[in-house]
């Protein structure tokens, strides 16, 4: 399987953007889909996850950002509203089965600046 992430770019800080990450095959084949971020000299850390009907987010992303999943087009977002200079890393997504583990897509660069 493989997932494509795109939708990363240049943003004031207040701006919004908007994540994609599509599969290779049906998302209903995942037990989770979620997003992750990591800065420059930082670890990779949770940004927000998708599990059926339950998702959870990062508090520090708590109120801005959302995470949704289009099952026919085989994609889930990242909705990012109220942008901070401190969301500026590269993001990733990433699907889990149990059984056989994580995927991941290659990163996004989301730089939020004025």
């Known amino acids: 399987v493989q997932l494509q992430a795109s939708g990363g770019g240049l943003v004031q800080p207040g701006g919004s953007l908007r994540l994609s990450c599509a599969a290779s095959r049906s998302i209903f084949t995942f037990n989770s889909m979620g997003w992750y971020r990591q800065a420059p000299g930082e670890q990779r850390e949770l940004v927000a996850r998708l599990a059926g009907v339950n998702t959870n987010y990062a508090d520090s992303v708590k109120g801005r950002f959302t995470i949704s999943r289009d099952n026919a087009k085989n994609t889930v977002y990242l909705q990012m509203n109220s942008l901070k200079p401190e969301d500026t890393a590269v993001y990733y997504c990433?699907?889990?089965?149990?059984?056989?583990?994580?995927?991941w897509g290659q990163g996004t660069l989301v730089t939020v600046s004025s």
């Open positions: 990433n699907a889990y089965t149990a059984g056989r583990g994580a995927v």
